[in-house]
C-alpha cells in the first residue's frame, strides 16, 4: 500500500482518547513509521513540540484545556512557533460542514473523518507529502497565516475576491450551513485539488 519510505518521518499524535493515540500509533507503524511521540492534548502537545521536531501532526477537535484548532492556531503562529508551516491532519467525527470549514480557516491542511482507517490515514500523509500546498497571510480583521485554503488553481481568474469583507460575511464562497454530517468522500472532494 506504501509507496513512500516513511522511516524518518517524525509524527506527533495528539488526541485526549488514549485508544485513539494507539490506533494512529499502530496503523503509523504499520507504515513503515519509526518515530511517534504522543500528546493527550493541545497544551501537552506544545510541550512536546519545544523539543520535537515533528514532520507531520495528526490531531483531534475535541481536548481540553487546549483542542485541536487553538493548537493548530497556535503553530501557525510565524513568530511563536518554532515551524509554523509543519502539514497538520485534523482527525475527527466533527464532519459538520460548518466545522470542516473552521478547521481548514485555524490552518490545517488535510481533514479526515473518524473512524480511521489505515487506507485513508496514509492518503492524507500521501497527500501533504505529494501535494503541499503554499502558505499564505491575511493581514487586518481576518489575518490568518497558514496553508493556501484555496484548493484548485484558478489561473486567469477574473472575477471577485470569495474572501470575508470587513464586516465578516463571504461573497460567493461556500455556504456554511451546519447540513448534517459530510461524508469522508465529501471532505475529500473539499480538501482534494
Request: proline content about 6%; hydrophobic content about 35%.
Amino acid at each position: 500500500m506504501t509507496d513512500y519510505n516513511l522511516e524518518r518521518l517524525n509524527f506527533l499524535v495528539v488526541d485526549d482518547n488514549k485508544h485513539m493515540r494507539n490506533l494512529v500509533k499502530s496503523i503509523l507503524g504499520a507504515l513503515g513509521v519509526r518515530t511517534i511521540m504522543e500528546a493527550a492534548d493541545g497544551a501537552d502537545a506544545l510541550k512536546e513540540l519545544r523539543h520535537f521536531a515533528a514532520d507531520i501532526i495528526i490531531l483531534d477537535w475535541n481536548m481540553d484545556p487546549l483542542d485541536g484548532l487553538d493548537l493548530t492556531r497556535m503553530i501557525r503562529q510565524p513568530n511563536d512557533s518554532a515551524n509554523p508551516f509543519v502539514p497538520i491532519i485534523m482527525l475527527t467525527g466533527h464532519t459538520e460542514m460548518k466545522r470542516v470549514i473552521e478547521a481548514r480557516d485555524s490552518g490545517i491542511n488535510e481533514f479526515l473523518a473518524k473512524p480511521v482507517s489505515a487506507k485513508r490515514l496514509y492518503e492524507r500523509i500521501k497527500s501533504v507529502i505529494e501535494k503541499p500546498r503554499s502558505f499564505i497571510e491575511v493581514k487586518g480583521m481576518t489575518a490568518y497565516f497558514g496553508p493556501d485554503r484555496r484548493r484548485r488553481p484558478m489561473p486567469g481568474y477574473k472575477g471577485p475576491e470569495r474572501r470575508k469583507d470587513e464586516k465578516g460575511a463571504v461573497s460567493d464562497g461556500p455556504q456554511e450551513g451546519d447540513g448534517g454530517k459530510m461524508s469522508q468522500d465529501d471532505l475529500d472532494s473539499m480538501f482534494d485539488s
